[in-house]
């Protein structure tokens, strides 16, 4: 599966932006994705992780209320919401697929379970 992330971009404290990750193929709608950020010096986090259902999301507390993660399988696409952007946010962020058939439900916001990683897309908030 490869992926392709965009929409990064350079952004006020408290703007928004919204990032999008296309997938090449169809095995994407069947498998839980996630978003990650890596700031400068510092390790790759979770931000954010959505079933394969779309029906189960989880949020890193840093964005709980602030980002909102979602899906369109037919599309083969992912996408993610960031309001009320703080300077904190910026970092290099990724897309990213687990790669295996699992249950409706199941979730995960570690990134040794994903297999599949995009480029990145750097978003920039400015204080």
């Known amino acids: 599966v490869q992926l392709q992330a965009s929409g990064g971009g350079l952004v006020q404290a408290g703007g928004s932006l919204r990032l999008s990750c296309a997938a090449s193929e169809r095995t994407f709608s069947s498998s839980v994705v996630g978003w990650f950020r890596q700031a400068p010096g510092k390790e790759r986090e979770f931000v954010a992780a959505i079933s394969w259902s779309g029906s189960r999301t989880y949020y890193a507390d840093s964005v709980k209320g602030r980002f909102t993660i979602s899906r369109d399988n037919a599309e083969n696409s992912m996408y993610l919401q960031m309001s009320s952007l703080k300077p904190d946010d910026t970092a290099v962020y990724y897309c990213?697929?687990?790669?295996?058939?699992?249950?409706?439900?199941?979730?995960?916001?570690?990134?040794?379970?994903?297999?599949?990683w995009g480029q990145g897309t750097q978003v920039t908030v400015s204080s």
């Open positions: 990213a697929a687990e790669g295996r058939i699992r249950g409706p439900y199941y979730i995960t916001g570690r990134p040794d379970d994903y297999n599949y």
